[in-house]
């Protein structure tokens, strides 16, 4: 690989950019808009604000100029008579003629083709003087560095630096603002040269500091990076804030420099700041003895010394040193003579810089510009040594990027190589008139590294010196110091050479961590197509002829990997380039890895791969075996087997089929019987599996597997074998329908395939398990047309099956086949039911017709041809049936509304492993995925048990209550299903065993979310259709212990400590839930406990499910014996965890009066939580029976007994006062035609009753429950319902006292306090009794809630009254009183 010379930059609008500097008018400095006339330090910002928008105008005027007008107008050499800079990032490019320049920036643009390409356009034009008859005679641009931590090495800005005739430097933002200027000598500038930091490479180098250096006629200046980096910071900081504000621009501070006067040297034209040096002891002891003589005195270390390279005539070359710290910066000189008047000055400057007397007089300002700026005397410099040549005057020197050496040319068209150390010319060049030069340094890839023996080291750099000829029209590139030519170029005669020498200012041993610094070293500029190049040189150049060998084929490697990255090239010519650099290639490693890469490109096709890979091979067959590797010739020998396969396996697949596609009928008797059989389930289950999914285009099987892929899953072993690499499933499965997919649709030659792969040497083995992948993968086509696939399986898997070392000729009969086990241990393991239905039908004829044929080969007779094998494969066919069902139930689409979820992939493995339970708990998760209803699922159940046709009437009117938005039709196919599958397994699906997985299942996802009630209470549901009590009992406590019970004590703490119904946050906080949710969890618990009681009593003789125990549950004698849980013979064989039936027999019995102690606080907590009454429940509770709760329902725990504390049961009866009347406000029911309550809720009708049974289990008399709600109903206005309620008193009289109050209250609001008071009830109240007439006005009748009640009620209640009060009763007077009132009222 040779140097190559690329473009990567487009210049427009260069006729513009030519006419604009070659205008013939006469420049007038005072009519530019970015310069003023009287003084070069006042900053003129009228050009700042249209800078921003100049690009896009410029960049719109670029794109109408045409080709053929840019080269018509740039025939002569303009580009060789102006000054030319670019900055090293590439980004903008500064042009500029006598007053005149233009300032070029990158932009990015499309091209015709869609590609983007960087372009440079004019982004500012303009004249640069400000004084007269001063030109333009050095310019550079100079990017600064960023100073954010977020930088990647981008710079921030670029400064373009111009040197003037009149001996002024100004700074200049790429906006063409003028930043700064400076007077720093009264001769014309003749260099203007920029060195910024580089990155030591060796422990030993000197770090250099930034520097600007300018160069005078016989005068140098030096100005410190730093400085000028901050200086021009802040410049550009204060333009832009003067800018937006609209304010005048403060003059800046005059930049520190030092000035040195180059002495003995007849003329100069240009130098070199080569830095800060040391010399060596050696060289200081030398040095003292020539200067001093014999008796010179050497000081202990060599001072540092700055040193400065320069040429012209008289000498030709001249070495200064300057010793750091003898001089100071001139601004200390400008002080000293000028102390009086540069103290003030500066200070009255430095004071307008910081903000300082703004409100100057612009008279002293004028002044001050009139003024000539002071030029300071220079330092004298004496010249150290130089290289005298008379004759010789040299014209240019470029330092090399190391600092070490640097090219000089002259006028007798010599180029001189100089070594700057020893201050001599080590190399020469004639024939280079005119010469421009230039630098690349080339670093090491690390590719190149690998192969070196010193590759733990820091990687290497390589120089080379770039010579432009522009009178021969040539560009070369010789390699350092003394190495040959490695490159030569033709180009144009007018191209400039630009060579910037520098990098980014601002950059230090710091901020330059992590950066990598993207600039161009050196760039060609061809004026006549405006295109900017830069050269590529591969490293291997500089190295030594035996090192460049495996250089050399490391960059051949390279060419071959961006040649196969080329994706539009024809095939001929990738084979023609491919080949020639794969026998270019000396080192076998390289060539080997060279191979490989060619052999993993996806777009090369096959015929080139064999072309080539063929040519390598008899490459290396002809060499000497001793000099070829046999790696790298078993490698070109394997892949050209595989490669050869490939080609004849896609030609069979392309190939019609001459071959008759069924193939050994007789084997294949009865199974269209069988397809037949279970032709409706798979016709069911294709229906479900074939509804559209969305999936990528590569992953699916039908992309043709291309020769790479191929080739990455195969490998030859030296023996000739290939083997097949197993690699992801998807790449398996592609391999498998290359091979035989085809042929299973009857498109390829069995036979021919089938020995094709046996002569390339695969494993029947592996044959076989690609055939199956493919055929179960697959599974969607093989429904399409079973019987066809069929047929065609079978002739594959017979022809395999007769392959040479497929099924041993050793094997008996009587025992298990490897080869047939393994078709059964795929099927067993596939998820794809219906195809893996299908192999199992088919591998059982093929088996049972190998067997036939053994045993007849055998002689022996056909009752024995009977063998375990057969058995086996019975079993298989039986259990893929059943998966089959199962399957198919499973892929049953969701019934909108529902949770959803994804379907559940059963295997016969998967069912094994899942042990005896594994069945019922993959119906128990669809159950749930489809919600549905617990009835609706023993309904269905009671179905399969009756199996008749009667009950289809009744499952019909469920389906329309459960599931309203699925159709009848789906709905029956549905519960078919179910049915079918429950059929199939009848043990594995009882009803219990269903019930009792659906319960589990519904607390689980209730668990995982407390927040969905609905999901505890369809467990609670599942619980109680379980008829057997054993299980019943143990799934209860098992929820409770692992569930329940850890919520519950969190919700009973929560309320306790609150004292009322908490909050929803406080309920998330410390239960898990919301308030809501906890409620009805509340109501659930309550449920489990009364069901663990009523199973607890059933299991226990003569014991009632509300009463205590005197002994326990553990210890009671049972009277139903346990059911007995067994599973289907062919799923006998199942592996795994025991059933949930079966950890609930294992579960001991509960202590009764413990669950019924829990079951009284879930009671309390639920009716605290229904109506937020506010309560602490715990304390309801003495010591012992807060002690007992939430212990272990099976332990013995002490509870409360015998009477209560008279507070405690007083704090009872006012809790369930409290619930009773919350409940009465509930229902507020003022009519007797409302419809009946509901069932749940507040509004449930079976409150009261479950009070007055609370009341009973916490002695609190029930008759003053009773009595309570009586009068809680006539207070409501409920007078019907507390009818029925007053048939239960006991307690005739006290309830009669407390109604005549109630009854009191109504007729005093009637007569006293109602607004629409009528004349009769003013008479009626002048002829009441003075008793009653006080009695009536001492009652409140807001206490009543529901005043306004009808007469009638009012009479019946006081007709109710001298019913139940005796004669004898104090009140019954006055009752009577009442009545007698309430008539007249009712009469009137």
């Not at 529902?898 to 069912?911: H, M, N, P």
């Amino acid at each position: 690989m040779s140097c190559s010379l690329f473009e990567f930059c487009k210049i427009q609008e260069l006729k513009t950019v030519r006419d604009f500097l070659f205008q013939s008018q006469t420049p007038e400095p005072v009519e530019e808009k970015n310069q003023t006339a009287d003084n070069e330090l006042t900053w003129d910002t009228s050009d700042w604000e249209a800078a921003w928008d100049s690009n896009e105008n410029k960049e719109e005027s670029a794109s109408a100029t045409t080709g053929e007008e840019e080269t018509s107008g740039q025939s002569e050499p303009w580009l060789q008579d102006c000054v030319v800079s670019l900055s090293p990032c590439a980004d903008l490019l500064v042009v500029a003629r006598q007053q005149r320049a233009v300032f070029l920036s990158a932009k990015w643009r499309t091209d015709g083709s869609g590609r983007e390409e960087m372009t440079l356009a004019v982004s500012w034009s303009g004249t640069l003087s400000a004084e007269e008859r001063e030109c333009v005679s050095s310019i550079i641009a100079i990017p600064l560095a960023s100073q954010k931590r977020s930088s990647t090495g981008r710079p921030d800005w670029t400064c373009v630096v111009v040197g003037f005739t009149s001996g002024y430097v100004r700074f200049y933002t790429e906006n063409g603002v003028l930043l700064l200027a400076q007077l720093l000598h009264v001769d014309p500038v003749l260099k203007l040269k920029c060195r910024t930091y580089e990155i030591p490479r060796h422990p030993g180098v000197t770090e250099q500091h930034e520097e600007l250096s300018i160069l005078y006629p016989f005068a140098l200046v030096t100005i410190d990076g730093f400085s000028l980096f901050q200086s021009l910071r802040a410049c550009r900081n204060q333009v832009a804030r003067a800018a937006a504000a609209g304010s005048d621009v403060v003059p800046p501070p005059p930049l520190v420099y030092k000035k040195w006067g180059v002495q003995e040297m007849d003329s100069i034209v240009d130098h070199s700041s080569v830095g800060i040096t040391t010399l060596c002891v050696f060289d200081q002891m030398k040095n003292a003895s020539i200067l001093g003589g014999f008796n010179a005195s050497v000081k202990g270390s060599p001072p540092a010394m700055s040193q400065f390279v320069t040429v012209g005539a008289g000498p030709f070359t001249g070495f200064y040193y300057a010793v750091e710290g003898n001089s100071q910066p001139l601004l200390s000189h400008v002080a000293l003579a000028v102390a009086s008047k540069l103290t003030s000055a500066i200070f009255s400057a430095a004071s307008g810089w910081l903000g300082w007397n703004k409100n100057k007089n612009k008279n002293e300002e004028e002044a001050a510009q009139k003024q000539k700026p002071k030029v300071e005397p220079a330092t004298p410099l004496g010249i150290r040594f130089g290289l005298p040549d008379s004759r010789r005057h040299g014209e240019s020197i470029c330092l090399s990027p190391c600092n070490t050496l640097a090219g000089v040319t002259d006028d007798f068209g010599r180029v001189t190589l100089l070594d700057l150390a020893r201050g001599i010319a080590i190399r020469m060049w004639k024939g280079y008139r005119d010469a421009q030069l230039g630098w690349l340094q080339v670093q090491e890839e690390r590719g190149d590294r690998e192969f070196s023996p010193s590759a733990s080291l820091p990687r290497r750099h390589a120089l080379f010196l770039i010579i432009f000829a522009p009178r021969r029209g040539i560009l070369e590139v010789w390699a350092m110091q003394r190495g040959p030519r490695v490159g030569a170029f033709t180009v144009g005669k007018q191209c400039r050479l630009l060579y910037a020498g520098y990098r980014l200012m601002g950059v230090n041993s710091v901020t330059s961590q992590g950066w990598q610094l993207h600039t161009q070293q050196v760039c060609l500029l061809d004026p006549t197509t405006g295109a900017l190049k830069t050269i590529n040189i591969p490293f291997h150049l500089a190295l030594s002829d035996k090192k460049n060998e495996r250089a050399k084929d490391m960059h051949l490697l390279k060419r071959l990997t961006a040649l196969l990255k080329v994706g539009d090239m024809e095939p001929e010519t990738l084979e023609s380039e491919a080949k020639s650099v794969l026998l270019e290639i000396k080192y076998p490693a390289i060539k080997k890895q060279a191979l490989e890469s060619l052999l993993s490109n996806k777009d090369t096709p096959v015929s080139c791969l064999t072309n080539i890979t063929c040519a390598l091979h008899d490459a290396l067959k002809q060499q000497a075996a001793d000099e070829v590797d046999p790696s790298l010739l078993q490698l070109c020998s394997a892949q050209q087997k595989l490669l050869q396969l490939y080609t004849d396996v896609q030609q069979l697949q392309a190939a019609e089929n001459t071959e008759a596609c069924s193939q050994n009928e007789d084997s294949l008797e009865g199974i269209e019987e069988e397809l037949s059989r279970v032709g409706p389930t798979l016709q069911r289950y294709a229906q479900f599996t074939s509804k559209p999914s969305v999936s990528f285009a590569q992953d699916s099987p039908d992309t043709p597997l291309s020769p790479q892929a191929f080739l990455s899953q195969l490998e030859c072993s030296e023996d000739g074998e290939v083997k097949v690499i197993l690699r992801s499933e998807a790449e398996w499965n592609q391999l498998g329908s290359f091979m035989f997919w085809s042929c299973l649709c009857c498109k390829g030659p069995v036979h021919k395939v089938c020995d094709t792969l046996q002569e390339a040497g695969i494993s029947p083995r592996q044959l076989l398990s690609l055939l199956l992948s493919v055929w179960l993968q697959r599974e969607k086509e093989v429904l399409q047309k079973p019987m066809e696939t069929v047929k065609n399986l079978h002739t594959l898997l017979v022809a395999l099956s007769n392959m040479k070392g497929a099924v041993e000729d050793s094997w008996d009969p009587q025992s298990v086949s490897p080869w047939w086990q393994q078709v059964r241990s795929t099927c067993i393991q596939s998820h794809n039911a219906a195809a893996a239905l299908l192999a199992a039908l088919v591998a059982h004829r093929a088996a049972k017709a190998s067997i036939t044929s053994r045993a007849d080969s055998k002689l022996q007779s056909e009752w024995e041809t009977v063998s375990l094998e057969l058995e086996q494969w019975v079993v298989c066919v039986r259990q893929l049936e059943d998966v089959l069902v199962l399957q198919t139930l499973q892929l049953v689409p969701l019934s909108q509304g529902t949770a959803g979820g994804a379907a559940v992939q059963c295997s016969i493995k998967t069912l094994l492993e899942g042990g005896t339970g594994g069945i019922a708990d993959s119906v128990s998760k669809w159950v749930f995925r489809q919600s549905m209803a617990p009835e609706r699922l023993k309904e269905i159940l009671q179905r399969k048990e009756a199996e008749g046709a009667d009950e289809k009437p009744e499952q019909n009117e469920g389906e329309e209550e459960t599931e309203e938005k699925t159709s009848q039709e789906d709905a029956d196919r549905t519960a078919e299903l179910l049915v079918a599958v429950c059929q199939r397994f009848p043990h594995s699906l009882s009803p219990d065993l269903l019930f009792a997985h659906c319960c589990w299942e519904y607390v689980v996802q209730w668990n995982k979310d407390p927040e969905e009630a609905h999901h505890f209470s369809c467990a609670v549901e599942h619980l109680k259709l379980i008829s057997s009590p054993h299980i019943q009992l143990g799934i209860s406590t098992m929820m409770w212990s692992t569930f329940i019970v850890k919520r519950f004590s969190a919700a009973s703490y929560l309320i306790e400590k609150v004292g009322k119904a908490p909050k929803d946050r406080l309920c998330r906080r410390d239960v898990g839930m919301g308030d809501k949710a906890m409620t009805s969890f509340l109501g659930c618990c309550v449920q489990l406990l009364q069901i663990l009681m009523e199973v607890t009593a059933l299991l226990v003789k003569n014991q009632s499910s509300l009463s205590f125990f005197p002994f326990y549950a553990d210890s009671a004698t049972e009277e139903v014996p346990p059911p007995e849980l067994s599973v289907e013979e062919v799923w006998g064989g199942a592996e795994g965890p025991a059933s949930i039936a079966e950890l609930a027999l294992d579960q001991r019995g509960v202590h009764f009066p413990l669950v019924q102690h829990h079951c009284l606080l879930a009671s309390l907590l639920h009716a605290a939580m229904s109506f937020r009454v506010k309560v602490k429940p715990l304390s309801l509770f003495d010591s012992k029976g807060k002690n007992a709760f939430f212990r272990d329902l099976t332990t013995i725990q002490l509870m409360p007994s015998g009477d209560m504390d008279p507070t405690l049961i007083s704090q009872r009866k006012e809790f369930l006062f409290r619930v009773l009347t919350a409940w009465v406000q509930a229902i507020d029911e003022p009519s007797s035609s409302a419809p009946p309550l509901s069932s749940a809720g507040p509004k449930a009708d079976w409150w009261p009753s479950l009070c007055l049974e609370l009341g009973s289990l916490l002695q609190v008399n029930p008759d003053i429950l009773r009595r309570h709600l009586v009068c809680e109903l006539y207070n409501q206005g409920l007078d019907l319902r507390a009818e029925e309620v007053m048939l239960e008193v006991e307690d005739k009289d006290v309830l009669g006292s407390q109604l005549l109050v109630l009854t009191g209250q109504r007729l005093s609001y009637c007569l006293l306090h109602n607004q629409e008071q009528t004349q009769a009830a003013m008479e009626l109240l002048a002829r009441l009794p003075p008793t009653l007439c006080t009695w009536l006005k001492a009652m409140d009748p807001s206490e009543l809630r529901c005043p306004l009640v009808s007469l009638t009620q009012t009479s019946r209640l006081v007709s109710r009254l001298i019913e139940m009060l005796p004669e004898n009763h104090a009140q019954y007077t006055l009752a009577l009183h009442l009545l007698e009132a309430v008539d007249v009222l009712s009469t009137d």
